[in-house]
């Protein structure tokens, strides 16, 4: 890179990176039309009609209006998800602990509607609130792992996370079971005050909007603020952000405490939006697929919306598939696997030496 | 049978199917792949074994397909990552997704269905010891040979020309090239291989342990295998001191909860985790880089 | 140093084909020519020096022999044979080794295990007894001493050169590559590595030596090529040359270029850096700042003078304040900023050119202007909100100032070269409101015109009352411009020469660690 160069000037993009529409578009379409046609060859294997099973994934998810709001209701928990992956990603670090996080937030927002003893009005900001805590001090195990003890956070987080499932197991099957029920692994209901208000259809409720206001808070914070552009240095290239004065390790640490802050939230709005009691199971692989998601997305707003649609639309597909052809509803997985390996496969990435 | 003689035994039992997955990923992780989709692998050899031995009577035949499916699995992670150049935690991600849905797919007509387990075959004589006898010498043929086979692994990763190539690929894939070796098809093959004892692994559950067919079969073992691999250090015989752990914890919270101790078993089942962390801890203490230097480059998201 | 001056007597059979013979190899990368259509011929039992300043296409040319790069045009021979290479594989299968300036031995493993790497053979089993009993014998012929079971990361440098080079002789190669060999030795090293390759030559190795240091060339080449600008400027026995031909060659038009820029000594203007007894625990191989006390008045340039890997790396993380001093204090502008965090450093004026502007000083993912926010300077829209227009005024205006041609404003930095990298840093840096500056190699990388240009900066800078620490490469650069010149060896201030007495043989000598008189 020594050897004497022509310099080249050229009237180039606009600076300070315009968004760059149209390719994702592109990509997004091939790998989704790519994955589709390889999951029909496995339907085909299995002798199932691969025409039909679209199609009853398409009615019940995109076709009706039905079908369109229950992807809303599932692009709650895999958009706060891919969330939580992608604030820590803009600064470098890999949060594959979305889904522990999430456990966390769950038990955090349990605890506080059910033994906070706070009036009914002030349920739902009480646990939105312990939520965030919980699923940011969960990540932020994690942060200070890193940031103190040099520990990655990708392996450390998504070891905590079968730690949060028994820890969440622990409670609901011990301390919190509940009392009054028969001898169920759930803990007591909770009270109507503490459920979020359904705002769109059956079953959207008031936590569409944290969505929305967690995209958009992320697009204009990247885009317009200094926190963001440090940010983004911090992730660009840590040694240069280090040498022009960024602290870099504040930036790691509220980056992840940010990202489980999300997740929290993402569990608090599954117990008090959907289930109504904390009880196992209550993430149905959440955490993992909000890690695709985000990838899919490019840990970029828009991107992460459409990509959590997308899944959103294939998991509520699933549903139906259970129902109408007596597929099991983890059949879906198989698209969103092809999918995000279309796409990664799609994209320009270095390439080992020698490959 | 006395408390110290159920909890070995079931150590073994429960042990042997997460020490196939994690010596598998020893050797991907060796050669500076990390697959975080072993679960999927181990579900693919579960189910493809579990199917041709319902097929054939033959448990045996079943082995060999468990065997190609793992490592077919990883074949799909070992494309993207090596040749495509993809992130090698999303990869192993979605690889776990894909064989949760392909198996759960493939596997409903056999849930529930009957298959002729593999037996186990009591060592004649040895297994008559007192103790001893029942602990070591009384399991299924895929059993016994997990433990040979993760000496014989220690012998290729440190011993052997090979072992020497892989971990050079591990380590850096550049100066790998520059001695002249081919790192894309080292680890081509280290994944593949991976894949595969990973796919032995799961059949071990649905061939012997449980003889049963059921969806998510392997229940997360696939994840405890590649805290495994980290708790032991890149080492084949103290993953295999690790997996044993794993399963004497298994065995134990059976034993306790069987004679009404209270332990919770959800406090017991975060010790692997846990453990694991801690061990991570202290070697980033000691300002030691505890893993492959190839692995590095995952987590600094160049990967 | 006793090592004989004169060239060995040429061993070559008339006839013979050479060992290694290249035709019209060329290269380029996107629109760079690094190698054009360059011939070269390497005999058994001769040692064929090339030689070329840093960015001559050396590098590329050895890249190509060794099977790295495909050559774009034209084609070699082994023993008068053809030869296609599509990897190193297929070069040391012809027997072709080379030994690398950034070695390729893997830190994690054992120098056994190294070597066993590139042991041609199949087969499972690794046979530590047979391949021990092969490195001891070249061991002991070439007196290359590496304790064979050591892991390689404990390795001094000068063992790990030995072990690399045993890498290569063990896997049968007879054909040489030594890409600047000597470039990371101490001195005594060097003596003992050149006689180690006089022992290869006399035993028919054909031997390639890349390098541009003079004094190895007459010590043992036999033959000479030149290459400047990716073309070879000339070449031929050695003894049709002397040291001075040989360096204009090399160097070209730069020769006359030095001490260009006119710099008149200014006076010191008050207070600007200071360190007092700093040390410093290295890391990463880079040595450690030993009890260094140094001070750049206001207005004044003092260049410091060091062989790279002798703790001049140290001063930007000293400077910016990263890491931990041992001991020590650091002042700017008089002011005590020892525990001062980096921000508050560099927002009272501190700016740093740094050694590896791609590595430490600039976002690869960013834009052209977006890399210029990346400075504590006070411009416009300041504030927690970016002011896009604004701020992309300023990117144009500091650009529209610069000397030398910039790449467009949107361009993301990890699609320019270095040089244009380079050039990105130093406007951004470079500016007027910078009263302490750090500059590592400022004209690294680029044309003449454009490092001409760099100086002048640096000279306006300094009138306008800036403290100045310089650390260079370019000997000529820094007598050039220096009020002052230091001389860094392992880790020591070993030496101080005032403007006018500069002496070149003097500070040579200090570098490579010469008793100070």
């Known amino acids: 890179m020594t050897i004497a160069e022509t310099v080249r000037t050229r009237i180039g993009a606009p600076a300070f990176g315009g968004p760059q529409l149209l390719g994702p578009f592109v990509r997004f379409g091939l790998a989704i039309g790519a994955a589709i046609a390889v999951f029909s060859v496995v339907l085909l294997l299995d002798g199932t009609n691969p025409l039909d099973t679209v199609q009853l994934m398409w009615d019940a998810s995109v076709g009706t209006e039905f079908g369109r709001n229950e992807v809303l209701v599932k692009l709650i928990p895999f958009g706060l998800c891919a969330l939580a992956v992608a604030v820590p990603a803009r600064v470098g670090l890999i949060n594959v602990g979305g889904e522990g996080q999430f456990y966390i937030g769950a038990w955090a927002a349990a605890g506080a509607i059910l033994y906070s003893g706070a009036p009914g009005p002030a349920l739902i900001p009480l646990a939105l609130v312990a939520g965030a805590l919980g699923g940011g001090a969960w990540a932020g195990i994690v942060a200070l792992l890193r940031v103190k003890g040099g520990v990655n956070e990708a392996i450390s987080s998504l070891l905590l996370n079968f730690v949060a499932i028994q820890f969440v197991n622990y409670f609901v099957y011990g301390p919190w079971k509940d009392p009054s029920g028969p001898n169920w692994p759930f803990s007591a209901k909770f009270p109507g005050s503490a459920m979020l208000p359904v705002v769109w259809g059956d079953r959207v409720t008031l936590a569409i909007v944290f969505v929305a206001v967690g995209l958009v808070a992320m697009f204009l914070v990247l885009r317009y603020t200094r926190i963001g552009y440090e940010a983004r240095v911090v992730g660009g290239n840590p040694l240069a952000a280090e040498r022009s004065g960024i602290p870099v390790a504040r930036y790691l640490f509220l980056a992840m405490v940010v990202g489980g802050a999300i997740a929290g939230i993402a569990g608090m709005a599954e117990v008090t939006g959907i289930q109504g009691r904390l009880r196992p199971g209550i993430s149905v692989n959440y955490g993992y697929i909000g890690f695709l998601a985000a990838w899919l997305g490019g840990h970029r707003p828009l991107g992460i919306l459409l990509a959590a649609l997308l899944f959103g639309a294939i998991s509520v597909g699933g549903d139906s598939l259970q129902l109408g052809l007596d597929l099991p509803g983890s059949t879906v997985n198989i698209l969103m696997a092809l999918i995000l390996f279309a796409v990664l496969a799609g994209r320009k990435n270095r390439t080992g030496v020698g490959a | ?303 | 140093m006793t090592a004989p001056v004169l060239a060995a007597p040429t061993l070559r059979p008339r006839g013979a084909a050479p060992a290694l013979s290249a035709r019209g190899l060329s290269k380029r990368f996107a629109d760079v020519v690094a190698a054009d259509n360059i011939d070269l011929d390497a005999y058994s039992g001769e040692i064929l020096a090339i030689l070329g300043e840093n960015g001559a296409g050396k590098s590329t040319l050895m890249k190509m022999l060794y099977g790295y790069y495909h050559p774009d045009a034209g084609h070699l021979e082994v023993d008068g044979h053809a030869v296609r290479f599509h990897s190193p594989a297929g070069a040391r299968a012809s027997g072709i080794g080379m030994v690398f300036q950034n070695f390729t031995l893997i830190p994690a493993l054992s120098v056994v295990e190294n070597i066993a790497l590139v042991q041609a053979g199949r087969g499972l089993r690794l046979d530590r007894r047979r391949l021990g009993r092969r490195i001891s014998e070249l061991s002991d012929r070439y007196q290359l001493e590496v304790r064979p079971n050591a892991i390689v990361r404990d390795l001094s440098v000068g063992e790990r050169q030995r072990a690399e080079i045993l890498k290569v002789l063990a896997s049968d190669a007879r054909i040489l590559i030594m890409d600047e060999p000597t470039s990371v030795l101490a001195p005594h090293e060097v003596e003992s590595l050149l006689g180690i390759l006089r022992r290869l030559r006399d035993d028919g190795y054909a031997i390639l030596l890349i390098t541009h240091k003079m004094r190895e060339v007459f010590a043992c080449a036999s033959q000479v090529t030149v290459l400047r600008r990716g073309r070879v400027i000339g070449g031929g026995p050695i003894g049709d040359f002397d040291a001075d031909s040989l360096l204009r060659m090399m160097l070209g038009e730069r020769q006359d270029q030095t001490a260009a820029v006119e710099s008149p000594p200014a006076g010191p203007m008050g207070p600007g850096i200071r360190l007092e007894h700093v040390s410093t625990s290295g890391t990463d191989g880079r040595s450690a700042l030993r009890d260094v006390s140094l001070s750049v008045p206001a207005g004044q340039i003092v260049g410091v003078a060091a062989v790279a890997g002798n703790g001049q790396s140290g001063l930007a993380d000293v400077l910016i304040g990263i890491g931990k001093l041992k001991s020590g204090a650091v002042f700017l502008g008089g002011d005590n900023v020892t525990r001062a965090s980096p921000a508050r450093r560099l927002e009272s004026g501190l700016c740093v050119v740094s050694e590896d502007p791609v590595a430490f000083g600039a976002v690869g993912a960013m834009s052209v202007s977006e890399n210029f926010m990346l400075t504590r300077a006070p411009v416009d829209g300041k504030g927690r909100i970016l002011r896009t227009r604004r701020l992309l005024a300023a990117a144009a205006r500091l650009a529209s100032r610069s000397p030398f041609p910039m790449p467009a404003l949107g361009r993301k930095l990890e699609t320019l070269s270095g040089g244009n990298v380079q050039r990105v840093v130093i406007v951004r840096e470079l500016q007027s409101h910078c009263r302490f500056l750090l500059a590592y190699y400022p004209s690294r990388g680029l044309d003449v015109a454009s490092s001409r240009a760099v100086q002048q900066m640096l000279v306006d800078l300094r009138a306008q009352g800036a403290a100045i620490l310089l650390v260079s490469e370019d000997f000529d650069e820094l007598r050039a411009l220096s009020d002052e010149v230091l001389v860094l060896y392992h880790g020591e201030v070993v030496g101080t020469f005032g403007r006018s007495a500069v002496d070149p043989m003097r500070v040579g000598q200090l570098m490579t660690g010469g008793r100070a008189a």
């Open chain 2, 1 to 303: 049978m006395s408390f110290v003689t159920s909890v070995s035994t079931g150590a073994i039992r429960a042990g042997t199917s997460v020490m196939y997955a994690s010596l598998g990923e020893v050797i991907a992780q060796r050669a500076g792949i990390i697959n975080l989709g072993v679960e999927g692998c181990m579900l693919a050899g579960a189910l493809a074994g579990y199917i041709v031995t319902a097929e054939t009577g033959s448990p045996y035949a079943g082995i060999v397909a468990a065997f190609v499916a793992g490592g077919l699995l990883a074949t799909v992670h070992a494309f993207l990552v090596v040749t495509r150049g993809a992130n090698q935690l999303a990869s192993g991600l979605a690889l776990m997704f894909l064989g949760l849905g392909l198996t759960a797919f493939f596997g409903r007509p056999y849930v529930n269905d009957q298959i002729t387990p593999l037996r186990d075959y009591p060592v004649p004589m040895l297994s008559e010891i007192p103790y001893f006898g029942p602990v070591l010498f009384d399991h299924d043929p895929l059993t016994y040979a997990v433990f040979p086979l993760a000496g014989a692994l220690w012998w290729f990763v440190f011993r052997s020309r090979w072992g020497v190539m892989l971990r050079a690929v591990g380590e850096s894939t550049e100066s790998a090239f520059a001695a002249g070796l081919h790192p894309a098809r080292i680890q081509y093959a280290a994944v593949a291989f991976g894949g595969a004892l990973a796919g032995l692994g799961g059949a071990q559950i649905s061939l012997a342990y449980t003889a049963t067919w059921v969806e998510n079969l392997t229940n997360g073992r696939g994840f405890i295998a590649v805290a495994l691999v980290i708790f032991a250090m890149w080492n084949p015989l103290r993953a295999m001191a690790g997996a044993l752990l794993f399963g004497g914890a298994v065995a134990l919270q059976l034993q306790l909860q069987a004679r009404g101790v209270g332990v919770s078993p959800f406090l017991l089942d975060m010790t692997p985790y846990l453990l694991t962390i801690i061990v991570l801890l202290a070697w980033a203490q000691r300002g030691q880089d505890a893993f492959p230097a190839g692995l590095n480059k995952v987590f600094r998201g160049t990967g």
